[in-house]
Nanobody
Framework: QVQLVESGGGLVPAGGSLRLSCAASGSIVTVNGMEWYRQVPGNARELVGSIKSSGSTYYVDSVKGRFTISRDNAKNTMYLQMNSLKPEDTAVYYC???????????????WGQGTQVTVSS
């Protein structure tokens, strides 16, 4: 069974840093593009940024210069380094893989379970 497991969330003061991880597990051959999203209760889930299998990245304006997405293809793991955190970054953070290739086929739009990030003022 293929799944994405996130870790690294927690409580941090404003100005602090956190590093989230998103590890894909199962009979995986390769993972295509991956994305980070976040969601505040009552609001729609919003894109934070993305990374292609080549390593090229995209960030929304609100996190540009503060957040960095990276990946280790050998470990099928994506990371989100969050610096200079603000209270408005408080949300549940989700990772998503656009397509995961396994030994028996591919699966699209695989989501992690989410991890809470809380930034205190």
């Amino acid at each position: 069974q293929v799944q994405l497991v996130e870790s690294g969330g927690g409580l941090v003061p404003a100005g602090g840093s956190l590093r989230l991880s998103c590890a894909a597990s199962g009979s995986i051959v390769t993972v295509n593009g991956m994305e980070w999203y976040r969601q505040v209760p009552g609001n729609a889930r919003e894109l934070v940024g993305s990374i292609k299998s080549s390593g090229s990245t995209y960030y929304v304006d609100s996190v540009k210069g503060r957040f960095t997405i990276s990946r280790d293809n050998a470990k099928n793991t994506m990371y989100l380094q969050m610096n200079s955190l603000k209270p408005e970054d408080t949300a549940v953070y989700y990772c998503k893989a656009n397509r995961i290739w396994t030994t028996i086929g591919s699966i699209t739009n695989v989501w992690g379970q989410g991890t809470q990030v809380t930034v205190s003022s």
